[in-house]
T-cell receptor, first 115, second 109 residues
Framework: IAGITQAPTSQILAAGRRMTLRCTQDMRHNAMYWYRQDLGLGLRLIHYSNTAGTTGKGEVPDGYSVSRANTDDFPLTLASAVPSQTSVYFC??????????????FGAGSRLTVL | GQNIDQPTEMTATEGAIVQINCTYQTSGFNGLFWYQQHAGEAPTFLSYNVLDGLEEKGRFSSFLSRSKGYSYLLLKELQMKDSASYLCAVGDSNYQLIWGAGTKLIIKP
């Protein structure tokens, strides 16, 4: 089934530890995104990649890094986790066509708790 | 600054009609999107408006007025499965989506 796979589904992490959230898509979409979703707030963009080999910073990039070595994979790394990074993380992808409509397809999410 | 406003929560009755409003102020405009998100699940795409007017898709319709910075999502013949959060998002000048906090819709029998 075509779509986006995120791993892990859920993780409890001690503060100061390094963590990588994995994201893989099989739709050959050119653009990929990482968002965090917190109660009472809209989805906030952490980092994005418009095409393989390029990345950009979103609204809340501090404490996070990404890489885009190929079209399918877009891992998100927390170098040294802090409690404020407790959140639900969604990976998304889109195929930005000539019309400009940027319709996103989301993964199922990764719930991260930092203690 | 950029801002998307929508009500936090709404309640409606099964079989009825509900309208969820969204107002926005963004740098640039490249379409307005509505997504549905059931509790504990990922958002899924519902509708896209880039021109003024009404777009109808089955029981769901979405309206846009660019001059007023306003959109609404209209849900007809409400079903219990429509209980979810509805997210309004606007594409900015870089085609990145700016998201509202979402409207939690509660459907009562």
């Amino acid at each position: 089934i075509a779509g986006i796979t995120q791993a892990p589904t859920s993780q409890i992490l001690a503060a100061g530890r390094r963590m990588t959230l994995r994201c893989t898509q099989d739709m050959r979409h050119n653009a990929m995104y990482w968002y965090r979703q917190d109660l009472g707030l809209g989805l906030r963009l952490i980092h994005y990649s418009n095409t393989a080999g390029t990345t950009g910073k979103g609204e809340v990039p501090d404490g996070y890094s990404v890489s885009r070595a190929n079209t399918d994979d877009f891992p998100l790394t927390l170098a040294s986790a802090v409690p404020s990074q407790t959140s639900v993380y969604f990976c998304a992808s889109s195929d930005r066509g000539a019309s400009g409509a940027n319709v996103l397809t989301f993964g199922a999410g990764s719930r991260l708790t930092v203690l | 600054g950029q801002n998307i406003d929508q009500p936090t929560e709404m309640t409606a009755t099964e079989g009825a009609i509900v309208q969820i409003n969204c107002t926005y102020q963004t740098s640039g405009f490249n379409g307005l999107f509505w997504y549905q998100q059931h509790a504990g699940e990922a958002p899924t795409f519902l509708s896209y408006n880039v021109l003024d007017g009404l777009e109808e898709k089955g029981r769901f319709s979405s309206f846009l007025s660019r001059s007023k910075g306003y959109s609404y999502l209209l849900l007809k013949e409400l079903q219990m499965k429509d209980s979810a959060s509805y997210l309004c998002a606007v594409g900015d000048s870089n085609y990145q989506l700016i998201w509202g906090a979402g409207t939690k819709l509660i459907i009562k029998p």
